[in-house]
């Protein structure tokens, strides 16, 4: 429960107000708070209309200082502290009503919280997207795997062998252990009983401190333990979908015990290679035949003579045997890999979530709380204004020798991927570092119309130096008023750079825009794949530099405390010409 459809309900209105159910106006929220599911996550949802509850349910009615979204976005970013006071029973869990009442909201002003929302609605359905793409690639890949496997057991080759699984292998049943006997627990002494909960779709066992159970009662019958290197399948799928009915697993850790839900596979024939049989029992025919025999209605069972009717179609050679089940294993490394990858992606993104909801009510969201405020500093004016400030505070310094098109257009950058304030540039991969140069060039036309200041090349030829024109101050006294509400940010952003040379401000813009890039994605962003980003995958005069540099940049984001989060505009690539 996240959110509510405007979907029509088969009870209508008029018919719930005369029930006795508690009704709840349009735009409130809805809490569960007496449920299971609280014993990992707190669900909330915001009403586009009049709603009936239960008393599993409460309601928040916003009142007129408080925008509904924003106190929807405050209840998921409390999500920890709330489970923290959850009542925990044995099957139903609460959280009770004076918990939600000690919640300490913060309430800045409505336009205020509406910014905030906006900002939050914009990077989540960013994230929602990446999410999106991530569980695509991460099927694509379960799917590519599954059509290489299927397609190197369809057909009979010359030299190849067809056999009833019975003729080959024989599966066993395990031990009805009791209910009582086994349960969840952290005690590595006590052996784990297999049960269908630790199998996947791939094919293998996972342990976790949820689904792992552990024999805490009775003795353990001899015949019943596995040995590391057995094959197993499930013989019961307790999903309405049955995913895992049929799959097999190898045993990988000693102390396991074979529970009755459980198949133990036993070769009886020693010329078939076991890993083409784990194979085999993996394709899609194999499963479906097993799956389409399945008997009960909720759980679904399969037994060992459904699963030995099934045929497989092998190598007679030993060693083409050995060479189909290397090739599958590569497949299937590869597979798990890109897999690997998209599940990390999935896991970063759904950080980013909560990382941003974080900071959305703790002042420190700057970009994600204004980055759409305010059109007018999309304008030429204001960003001209912005350069002047960058000027005057190089000046302050006595950097100003330093201070040309470079700083100017890194400083511009900062103030949006820092500072949070939005001037409406849309950056690239420049020689220089993030760039928008049509953006620039629009504020300096102006300010040169206007007087204000203009950039003029060096007697080096190396550069461009800024030049006061006449009306300098009496711009700067006129724009003080409109850079007031966020000059604190843009002086911050600012003051990264003003101390340092173009080189090492150049730099110190490339990794920062070049870590949100990788944050954006979902990727890895360590110090190997940020330096990647921004030395080989950016331009390629980035590469003039030494590694050791880009090590320093990054150094320095972190002393300054100013790591993005993945929430500062994407830096594309330049469109290529063409002729």
């Given at each position: 429960?996240?959110?509510?459809t405007?979907?029509e309900?088969?009870i209508t209105a008029?018919?719930?107000?005369?029930?006795?159910?508690?009704?709840?106006?349009?735009?409130?929220?809805?809490?569960?708070?007496?449920?299971?599911?609280?014993?990992r996550?707190f669900?909330?949802?915001?009403?586009?209309?009049?709603?009936?509850?239960?008393?599993?349910?409460?309601?928040?009615v916003?009142?007129?200082?408080?925008?509904?979204?924003?106190?929807?976005?405050?209840?998921?970013?409390?999500?920890?502290?709330?489970?923290a006071?959850v009542?925990?029973?044995?099957?139903v869990?609460?959280?009770?009503?004076?918990?939600?009442?000690?919640l300490?909201?913060?309430?800045?002003?409505?336009?205020?919280?509406?910014?905030i929302?906006?900002?939050?609605?914009?990077?989540?359905?960013?994230?929602?997207?990446?999410?999106?793409?991530?569980?695509?690639?991460?099927?694509?890949?379960?799917?590519?795997?599954?059509?290489?496997l299927d397609?190197?057991?369809?057909?009979?080759?010359?030299?190849?062998?067809?056999s009833?699984?019975?003729?080959?292998?024989?599966?066993?049943h395990?031990?009805?252990?009791?209910?009582?006997?086994f349960v969840s627990?952290?005690?590595?002494?006590?052996?784990?009983?297999?049960?269908p909960?630790?199998?996947?779709?791939?094919a293998e066992?996972a342990?976790?401190?949820?689904?792992?159970k552990?024999?805490?009662?009775?003795?353990?019958?001899?015949a019943?333990?596995?040995?590391?290197?057995d094959?197993?399948?499930?013989?019961?799928?307790?999903?309405?979908?049955?995913?895992?009915?049929?799959?097999?697993a190898?045993?990988?850790?000693?102390?396991?015990?074979?529970?009755?839900?459980i198949?133990?596979?036993?070769?009886?024939?020693?010329?078939v290679?076991?890993?083409l049989?784990?194979?085999?029992?993996?394709?899609?025919t194999?499963l479906?035949?097993?799956?389409?025999?399945?008997?009960?209605?909720?759980?679904?069972h399969t037994?060992?003579?459904?699963?030995?009717?099934?045929?497989?179609?092998?190598?007679?050679?030993?060693?083409?045997?050995?060479?189909l089940?290397?090739?599958?294993?590569?497949?299937?490394l590869?597979?798990?890999?890109?897999?690997?990858i998209?599940k990390?992606?999935?896991?970063?993104l759904?950080a980013?979530?909560?990382s941003?909801?974080?900071?959305?009510?703790?002042?420190?969201?700057?970009a994600?709380?204004?980055?759409?405020?305010?059109?007018?500093?999309?304008?030429?004016?204001?960003?001209?204004?912005?350069?002047?400030?960058?000027?005057?505070?190089?000046?302050?310094?006595?950097?100003?020798?330093t201070?040309?098109?470079v700083?100017?257009?890194?400083?511009?950058?900062?103030?949006?991927?820092?500072g949070?304030?939005?001037?409406?540039?849309n950056p690239?991969k420049?020689?220089?570092g993030?760039?928008?140069?049509?953006?620039?060039?629009?504020?300096e036309?102006?300010?040169?119309?206007?007087?204000?200041?203009e950039f003029?090349?060096?007697?080096?030829?190396?550069?461009?130096s800024f030049?006061?024109?006449?009306?300098?101050?009496?711009?700067?006294?006129?724009?003080?008023?409109?850079?007031?509400p966020?000059?604190?940010?843009?002086?911050?952003?600012?003051?990264?750079?003003?101390?340092?040379n173009?080189?090492?401000?150049?730099?110190?813009?490339?990794?920062?825009?070049a870590?949100n890039?990788?944050?954006?994605?979902?990727a890895?962003?360590?110090e190997?794949?940020?330096?990647?980003?921004?030395?080989?995958?950016?331009h390629?005069?980035?590469?003039?530099?030494?590694?050791?540099?880009?090590?320093?940049?990054?150094?320095?984001?972190?002393?300054?405390g100013?790591?993005?989060?993945?929430?500062?505009?994407?830096?594309?690539?330049?469109?290529?010409w063409?002729?």
């Amino acid at each position: 429960m996240d959110e509510i459809t405007t979907a029509e309900d088969k009870i209508t209105a008029e018919a719930i107000r005369k029930s006795a159910t508690n009704l709840v106006p349009a735009n409130s929220i809805l809490c569960v708070v007496r449920s299971g599911i609280l014993a990992r996550r707190f669900p909330v949802a915001l009403t586009s209309r009049e709603v009936a509850i239960n008393q599993d349910i409460k309601a928040i009615v916003p009142g007129k200082k408080l925008d509904a979204r924003y106190l929807f976005y405050f209840l998921r970013a409390s999500e920890p502290s709330i489970l923290a006071s959850v009542t925990t029973g044995a099957t139903v869990h609460r959280v009770g009503t004076d918990a939600l009442k000690a919640l300490e909201i913060p309430l800045p002003p409505l336009e205020e919280q509406r910014q905030i929302v906006a900002g939050l609605d914009e990077a989540f359905a960013a994230i929602a997207t990446a999410t999106a793409n991530a569980e695509k690639t991460l099927a694509n890949a379960r799917e590519l795997f599954q059509a290489e496997l299927d397609a190197s057991f369809a057909k009979l080759h010359p030299g190849w062998r067809q056999s009833s699984l019975v003729d080959l292998i024989d599966i066993t049943h395990g031990f009805a252990f009791k209910g009582d006997d086994f349960v969840s627990s952290d005690d590595g002494t006590k052996p784990i009983v297999l049960t269908p909960g630790n199998y996947t779709e791939d094919a293998e066992l996972a342990f976790n401190s949820r689904n792992t159970k552990r024999l805490i009662n009775g003795e353990t019958p001899p015949a019943f333990t596995f040995d590391p290197g057995d094959l197993t399948v499930v013989m019961t799928d307790l999903s309405s979908k049955m995913r895992i009915l049929g799959r097999p697993a190898f045993v990988e850790n000693a102390n396991v015990l074979h529970n009755q839900r459980i198949g133990r596979v036993v070769f009886r024939e020693k010329s078939v290679d076991p890993r083409l049989i784990y194979y085999s029992m993996q394709t899609s025919t194999s499963l479906s035949r097993i799956r389409d025999t399945a008997t009960g209605t909720m759980v679904r069972h399969t037994a060992p003579k459904r699963i030995l009717a099934n045929t497989i179609s092998y190598p007679a050679d030993r060693n083409e045997q050995k060479a189909l089940v290397a090739r599958l294993d590569m497949i299937r490394l590869e597979a798990k890999a890109l897999q690997a990858i998209q599940k990390t992606k999935m896991h970063k993104l759904s950080a980013l979530k909560q990382s941003l909801l974080d900071r959305a009510f703790t002042g420190e969201l700057i970009a994600v709380s204004t980055l759409v405020a305010n059109d007018n500093w999309k304008s030429p004016a204001f960003t001209a204004q912005v350069i002047a400030l960058a000027y005057r505070n190089h000046v302050a310094l006595g950097t100003q020798a330093t201070f040309g098109r470079v700083k100017a257009q890194k400083a511009l950058h900062l103030c949006e991927s820092v500072g949070g304030v939005d001037l409406g540039r849309n950056p690239v991969k420049d020689a220089a570092g993030p760039n928008d140069f049509q953006h620039m060039l629009a504020a300096e036309e102006w300010a040169k119309t206007n007087q204000f200041f203009e950039f003029v090349p060096r007697p080096s030829g190396n550069g461009y130096s800024f030049n006061k024109l006449a009306r300098f101050d009496a711009l700067v006294a006129k724009g003080s008023a409109a850079l007031q509400p966020v000059k604190d940010r843009l002086e911050r952003a600012i003051g990264l750079i003003a101390p340092m040379n173009s080189e090492q401000a150049e730099l110190l813009a490339t990794v920062h825009a070049a870590w949100n890039n990788l944050l954006m994605d979902g990727a890895e962003a360590n110090e190997a794949a940020i330096i990647y980003e921004a030395r080989e995958n950016w331009h390629i005069a980035k590469q003039k530099f030494a590694e050791g540099k880009f090590f320093q940049a990054i150094a320095t984001i972190r002393a300054k405390g100013i790591e993005p989060d993945g929430s500062a505009k994407r830096v594309g690539r330049q469109e290529a010409w063409v002729f």
